[in-house]
């Protein structure tokens, strides 16, 4: 069987037609495969979703209990039959939860990678490589210029930022699923024992990874405090709310943002971020390359990204390779995630 009769992108995204499902799609239908819990891959309004325990559960904190007509949880390693295909989740290394969705039909397998790293995460289960016919690989840093080095090393300039500038709040914007805990768990490494602020829109999130076990030590909500309590303290956020209002409340703060786009320094200049962290929840070129060589794959589809220069590259190797010029994703939608999750917190913290 080819490949593009078992999976194919349509408006709503990959469509498996032979398992009478879709990967992430991107507007409702009647059965959803999901890799993980980012506003962009995992949408409401679906009949059925599949997906992991923590994806189904971020879901739920960001959507709501009926955010799909049913739900199946499906753990790494575990196959399903769906029609005359079988699906197996293994882990993408990207989120909490987060996986790839291993898809068969007869002898062709084709592996959906979704969001995926290969680099080191103290919060999620690491990268697992899946040997198969057709990798479906996503090129968020699909250029040569995106090398994001360790992010433990990114971690340890902002701790040395925090001892130069005691008097000063450092407020470090990153995406409240994934990246945020994994600059927390990544701090505890270095040895950082103090409390970690929250903005409200943390939160849920946060304290939900606590709850799946993930040390992340003694955190505390930023709302309330006075602004001299927060001199010498790290605080996390939302991006947008590192340029808003809120940040008033904090004694001459030092702007952080936690991002593989931090690569690109006038970006850095551009959104006024003071302390560029080049920490990034995608694998960079040289871990989208060794990926895609490492699954013995002959055939590449790229997705959601750069995806001219990794074509190029796959072509350059001898692969058979193409764009799939899927639409809709992109970085998580932090305005619209912390809308969904803020409604305990007041509505200047949740929205902002």
Known sequence: MRPQDILMPVPAGLCCKPGGFHIDPVRPVERALITHGHSDHARPGHGAVLATQETLDMMRLRYGDNFAGTTQAVSYGETIRLGDVTATFHPAGHVLGSAQIAVTCKDTRIVASGDYKDARDPTCAPFELVPCDVFISEATFGLPVFRHGDAADEVKKLLASVKLFPERAHLVGAYSLGKAQRVIALLREAG????????????????????????????????????????????????????DVWTRRFPDPVTAFASGWMRVRARARQGGVELPLVISDHADWDGLTATIAATGAGEIWVTHGQEDALVHWCKTKGLAARPLDLVGYGDEDEGEAATMIGEAQPASEATS
Request: glycine share 10%; hydrophobic share 35%; proline share 10%.
């Open 192 to 243: 950082y024992d103090a409390p970690i602020y929250l903005h409200g829109a943390m939160e849920t999130i946060t304290y939900y990874y606590q709850e799946r076990g993930i040390p992340l030590g003694e955190l505390r909500p930023a709302r309330g405090m006075k602004k001299a309590e927060l001199a010498g303290t790290i605080t996390l956020a939302p991006p947008s709310a590192t340029s």
